[in-house]
Structures are given as structure tokens and as C-alpha cells.
């Protein structure tokens, strides 16, 4: 699972995260998840390639 972004959390999981961080004796970071990878064809991997290679960027496909 890939996450990009930290998580924005309520009040509540922030207190119980860093109840545990103090607990453990580290810094815990809450990563929002994201969507799993989406299984793509050859037909569709080439497109992406092809895209990637024009653009110079780098494309993750994930299942919407």
C-alpha cells in the first residue's frame, strides 16, 4: 500500500496515537491510505509507458 499524504485525524486517534507514542518511546506518523493499485492490461500498461515517456512523470495507476 502506497500512502502520500499524512492522515488529518480528529481530536480523539491524535490523543490515542500520541498516548502510544509516549508509551513506545517513538514518534508516530498517521498516513492517510489510498486507493489499492488497479490491475491493468498489457494493452493498458503500454499506454501508461508511453505516457510516462512523454511526460518525463512518473503514473500510478489505483483502482477509483
Known sequence: MECVRPAKLAEA???EI???EQKLGVTLIAYKKVHP???LTAVEIAKIKATEKDTGAILVAYEA
Open 37 to 39: 493499485y488497479k490491475k
Open 13 to 15: 486517534p491524535i490523543r
Open 18 to 20: 500520541r498516548a502510544l
